[in-house]
């Protein structure tokens, strides 16, 4: 009985410390939303992707190059359950959402106003007022991830007719609660602009957006910035220590052991400064940068990809 509770005890141990990762490479969508066929480069693959289409590929974990139009830009694949549009032309891309009214409820408003507020984006105005719009502008992004602009049908899948495509779960919700369902989508910026004034939306002035970077002259993802650095003397060698962790993630070689760094060691790692500056009566940092950045990193496990130097 005692050996039978020694491997057991031995088994739960290998079970919990087990860092493998649960996905060593991930598929994305390469989108080109031009009027022409381009060519991209990662590695030393070549992508023909036609006007207005998107080709599939799938890329390791690790550190990985891509070249258009004479630009490189090098970054890291961390794979994760939500999908990634990776965007080598840097264009506009829009995010909509459409409110969908389950059939009979037509006239019913209470629901719409109740959470249409929940689905609507800040919009500057040239003049410098705000105001709020329920679309989003995507731009100078190369990874356009799902987890930050989720969306329900990609580029080429149209919104459906809620009452025919709508799974049946959703639609017993609908008709039992509320009366209004919110679906998203991500739209290329030809297809936003006609799909728009089809339904006779005027878009705010100054809302398209024509200025682009260089694929080489996007910047680099920052772990952690290093005016926040600065700004904590006290525990400027953690903090500094957490980024060489960070940036050693680039050459490693050892997947299981980037996939324990990932997945919870430098968030740990950064939480301790964050309990240390509250100990410290959060007099000897800036606060408010390290909880701003602090509440931010959960969104770095999301992400599937990232720019690198």
């Not at 009214?101 to 984006?121: F, H, I, R, S």
């Not at 919104?159 to 008709?175: G, Q, T």
């Not at 964050?274 to 959960?298: A, E, W, Y």
Request: hydrophobic share 35%; glycine share 2%; net charge neutral.
């Amino acid at each position: 009985m005692k050996n039978s509770f020694f491997y057991l005890a031995i088994i739960i141990f290998l079970v919990s410390c087990d860092t493998t990762p649960k996905v060593s490479s991930k598929s994305f969508i390469i989108d080109n939303p031009t009027s022409a066929t381009i060519t991209v480069k990662i590695d030393e693959q070549d992508y023909k992707i036609p006007s207005n289409s998107s080709v599939t590929t799938t890329l390791d974990f690790g550190k990985h190059s891509m070249t258009y139009n004479g630009e490189k830009v090098n970054f890291f694949v961390k794979p994760n359950d939500q999908n990634c549009i990776i965007n080598p032309t840097l264009s506009n891309y829009y995010l909509y959402h459409e409110i969908y009214l389950v059939k009979g409820a037509e006239n019913v408003t209470e629901d719409k106003l109740k959470y249409t507020d929940d689905y609507l984006y800040p919009y500057v105005k040239p003049n410098g007022d705000t105001i709020n719009v329920p679309f989003l502008l995507i731009s100078n992004t190369l990874f356009i991830e799902q987890y930050q602009y989720y969306w329900h049908f990609d580029m080429d899948h149209p919104f459906v007719d809620i009452n025919s495509k709508v799974d049946e779960k959703e639609k017993k919700l609908m008709e039992e609660y509320i009366k209004t369902l919110f679906k998203s989508k991500i739209f290329r910026e030809h297809d936003f602009l006609e799909y728009v004034k089809d339904k006779g939306i005027d878009l705010p002035e100054g809302f398209i957006k024509s200025e682009k970077y260089k694929l080489s002259n996007l910047p680099a993802y920052e772990f952690i910035p290093q005016d926040i650095i600065d700004s904590c003397p006290l525990f400027k060698n953690e903090l500094m220590n957490i980024k060489s962790s960070f940036d050693s993630l680039q050459i490693m070689t050892d997947k299981a052991r980037a996939y324990k760094l990932i997945s919870y060691e430098l968030n740990n790692r950064f939480n301790d400064v964050r309990i240390g500056v509250i100990r410290q009566n959060k007099q000897s940092c800036d606060f408010n940068k390290i909880d701003m950045l602090t509440k931010r990193k959960p969104s770095f496990g999301e992400m599937n990809a990232y720019i690198v130097k």
